[in-house]
């Protein structure tokens, strides 16, 4: 399956723990983004990257979040000290070339991990 | 005022109707288009992009009015497989080209 893998695809978080969620793109694709979908809520942008780079974090918040796509291995999306806020469905999504993102609307996204905070 | 807005629904129809989406968004000098579908507990996939002149795929119609900043889709003859969630979609044409969704209309299409 040469689609976008995002692991795992459940989790479970008491409150205070760490959450990390993992990500690899599509083969070839070295633009990432990672997206959060609150119950019944739409997509939100959180973070744009690139290989070893972060581009646009403009939707993060601004404490306990963190990413990070590494020359080698998985995209990861970490979350320290978790809140029942952040349960969610974080979704990540791949693309070759950011501006054919522009001009074809086409990210491939992964299956989601949701992500429960007890 | 959020970016992208849609009527959240649900939109309860019989199958075979007609059913229309509206979408607006908030920056004039917006991009690009699109309408996803995601159904329930999965990713959303790409339906189709809507280009200024309106474009058709099948039963599905999607218009771009750039003076009033809305956007639609049109289902035609709906079918059971057509129950999802459909988001608007757009690009602000921001440095990362992200794509900025509305929270999505839901869609029920019954027997």
């Keep these: 399956n040469a689609g976008v893998m995002q692991n795992p695809r459940h989790l479970v978080r008491r409150r205070g723990q760490e959450a990390r969620l993992r990500c690899s793109p599509m083969k070839g694709h070295s633009h990432v983004y990672w997206?959060?979908?609150?119950?019944?809520?739409?997509?939100?942008?959180?973070?744009?990257?690139?290989?070893?780079?972060?581009?646009?974090?403009?939707?993060?918040?601004?404490?306990?979040?963190?990413?990070?796509?590494?020359k080698e291995g998985p995209s990861i999306l970490r979350i320290q000290q978790v809140v029942r806020g952040d349960s969610a469905a974080y979704f990540c999504a791949s693309s070759s070339v950011a501006g054919?993102?522009?001009?074809?609307?086409?990210?491939?996204?992964?299956?989601?991990?949701r992500l429960t905070v007890l | 005022r959020k970016e992208v807005e849609q009527d959240p629904g649900p939109f309860n129809v019989p199958e075979g109707a007609t059913v229309a989406f509206n979408?607006?968004?908030?920056?004039?000098?917006?991009?690009?288009?699109?309408?996803?579908?995601?159904?329930?507990?999965?990713?959303?996939?790409?339906?189709?992009?809507v280009y200024?002149?309106?474009?058709?795929?099948?039963?599905?119609t999607a218009?771009?009015?750039r003076a009033s900043q809305y956007i639609s889709l049109l289902i035609r003859?709906?079918?059971?497989?057509?129950?999802?969630?459909?988001l608007c979609v757009v690009n602000f044409g921001n440095a990362g080209n992200m794509l900025t969704f509305?929270?999505?209309?839901?869609?029920?299409?019954?027997?």
């Design chain 2, 102 to 111: 509305g929270g999505g209309t839901r869609l029920m299409v019954k027997p």
């Design chain 1, 100 to 113: 054919e993102v522009a001009n074809t609307g086409e990210l491939f996204f992964g299956e989601g991990s």
């Design chain 1, 35 to 70: 997206y959060r979908q609150l119950p019944e809520e739409g997509l939100k942008f959180m973070v744009y990257l690139q290989k070893e780079n972060i581009i646009d974090e403009s939707g993060m918040p601004k404490e306990r979040f963190s990413a990070e796509f590494p």
């Design chain 2, 23 to 49: 979408c607006t968004y908030s920056n004039s000098a917006s991009q690009s288009f699109f309408w996803y579908r995601q159904d329930c507990r999965k990713e959303p996939k790409l339906l189709m992009s």
């Design chain 2, 63 to 65: 218009q771009l009015n």
């Design chain 2, 77 to 86: 003859d709906s079918k059971l497989s057509d129950s999802a969630t459909y």
């Design chain 2, 52 to 60: 200024s002149s309106g474009n058709e795929d099948g039963r599905f």
